[in-house]
């Protein structure tokens, strides 16, 4: 079975610095593309930041330029690091993750969420 979990959250102090983990349990599995989105209470999940398996990263315009997304593959954890924290980067941060599941003798791309870690930034 294959488990997501989000790590790192917290209160930030606007203008610091947050280093957000996504770690991926994936047995005998294949981790495609990671995505991290940013969940605003009561508005659509957007998405941050994403890498995929050979390390191409793509990054939304509000965290382009101030963040960094990469995949430590010895513990399976994908991080993201954002500077310059503002106070409307407060949201829950959830990971998703495309993994290659074995299902009877087929191999098919599934996709897998975590529950979120809340990061509040203060101004």
């Known amino acids: 079975q294959v488990q997501v979990t989000e790590s790192g959250g917290g209160l930030v102090q606007a203008g610091g610095s947050m280093r957000l983990s996504c770690t991926v349990s994936y047995p005998g599995n294949r981790i495609n593309t990671v995505t991290w989105y940013r969940q605003i209470q009561g508005e659509q999940r957007d998405m941050v930041a994403s890498?995929?398996?050979?390390?191409?990263?793509d990054y939304a315009a509000f965290m382009r330029g101030r963040s960094t997304i990469s995949r430590h593959s010895e513990n399976n954890t994908i991080v993201l690091h954002v500077e310059r924290v503002r106070p409307e980067d407060t949201g829950a941060y959830v990971c998703?993750?495309?993994?290659?599941?074995?299902?009877?003798?087929?191999?098919?791309?599934?996709?897998?969420w975590g529950q979120g870690t809340q990061v509040t930034v203060s101004a």
């Open positions: 998703n993750a495309q993994v290659t599941v074995r299902r009877g003798f087929r191999r098919v791309v599934e996709s897998f």
């Open positions: 890498i995929d398996a050979a390390g191409a990263t």
